[in-house]
């Protein structure tokens, strides 16, 4: 395939958009937005089980610990990914006034192709993975030049034994959660006797 296809079009487009987003925001406020956001899901993985217990036992008791341990993931990584933000932001609004603000947006730049390129990367990794979508995602590979980078960019990142950890953690613990909601909501049955 020598010349792009309207999928690497649409997906350039969507970069660009994306990058252009990174000037606005600055490479202070993307960086601390995508560290908080790694981090968060690095150590709410590892710990959401002490956060959900400090939770039952401080504010409320759903009386199921995989309910807990599901509600200790959501307040670990948005405590540690809001943390990030306000310090992101204060340190971008010090930049804001200085001679780095120009830096500050061109690393920003740079940044967000980067994030977006990602994203985008672990996006089509995810389409090519779902059953339904193989002989579209295989189409799609044929006929473009990003599509493949991507997918094995993804494919790369997806393979880091950490990535997988987490990967798995995090899915136990949606799994764990899921069913404790699901019994929580059914109607104990009656018996007719």
Known sequence: MDKLSYIDI???????LLS??????????????????LLGIFFASRYYNEV?????????????????ALVGFLIA????????LLVGEIISRVVKFSPLAVLDGALGLIFGFC??????SIIVFGISQIGWLKS????????????????NLAVHIMNFKQVQEIANSVENL???????????LTPPEKNDQ
């Open 10 to 16: 649409g997906i350039l487009i969507l970069l660009i």
């Open 20 to 37: 252009l987003k990174g000037i606005w925001q600055g490479i202070i406020r993307g960086l601390a937005s995508f560290l908080g956001i």
């Open 52 to 68: 959900g217990n400090w939770f039952a036992q401080s504010i409320y008791d759903f009386n199921s610990s995989d309910l807990n």
């Open 77 to 84: 990584i948005t405590l540690i990914w809001a943390s990030f």
């Open 115 to 120: 994030k977006a390129f990602l994203l985008i």
């Open 136 to 151: 579209f995602s295989q189409n799609i590979e044929q006929n473009s030049l990003i599509f493949p980078m991507m997918k």
């Open 174 to 184: 949606y799994d764990d959660g899921a069913k404790e909601i699901q019994k929580q």
